[in-house]
């Protein structure tokens, strides 16, 4: 089993990161009593205490309003999903190895082939692998796969500048000014551009993946998230980081959606 640290950030979601999560977790062999479930205030810990204290989790407290959809800050500082994220990495001790996955997760699969997928039935396991090629490139990011589709999905660890989804990452903490986001929405974009920029690779496995509800579950950033405020923040992406960050026109989306890609090189 590995030395890691396994945080879920949940907010209005009690009885679907139990029924989820930590019940996929748990069925991929993960002890579950590691697992520490960060909530926003003191009420959302007595709301998840029940549906948690089965699996054994810590509980803990990291204050945040997940309603706050003001625009007022953004580009500046996080509010909710992006400021419990950053208090959580920052509350840990440099060198620890962090992983974060979303309360919504209902598989974490492997690819098989080009048509199969098959559920990974060690997610210890691959967390440990995702840790050990992490640092066999030099990054302190890794990630997986972000659409749950083996057609696309390829058995290959990529260190270029990738799209390290939020669902499911993990890092090895620095202390270091670029572990900290400014943004709530397409915070993950900008997570993967700052530890590239930061250590000239990030490491992603493309051949795993998961399943989870991405715009359709209640609570979460589902409490705060506007349409406007994803467009500013790809617009933002885009802005400060050009060399980087484009804004995908062409793909089928009712959300703006952004393209990373290293055009320094070109």
Known sequence: MGDYRLAICSAGRPDTVARKTLRTLHSGGVDT??????????????NYAHTVRPFGCKIDVVAHDPSDGGLDRLGVEPVNIGRARNMVIAAQPPGTELAFIDDDISRVVRRVDAKTLADVTDIDAMFVSGFRDMHACGATLWGVYPVMNPYFMRQRVTHDLRYVIACLFGMRVTGKPHEMVVLDDKEDYERSIRHYLADGTVCRQDFISMQTSYYK??????????????????????????????????????????????????
Do not use: F
Not at 220 to 240: C, D, M, P, V, Y
């Open 33 to 46: 009593s590691r697992v520490t479930v960060y909530v926003p205030d003191e009420m959302a810990a007595e």
């Open 217 to 266: 579950e209640p609570g979460g950033l589902q409490l705060s998230r506007t349409h406007e405020r994803i467009r500013l923040s790809a617009e933002w992406l885009a802005k400060n980081y050009p060399d980087l960050c484009t804004m995908n026109t062409g793909k089928k989306s009712p959300y703006p959606e952004v393209r990373l890609r290293d055009r320094r090189r070109a």
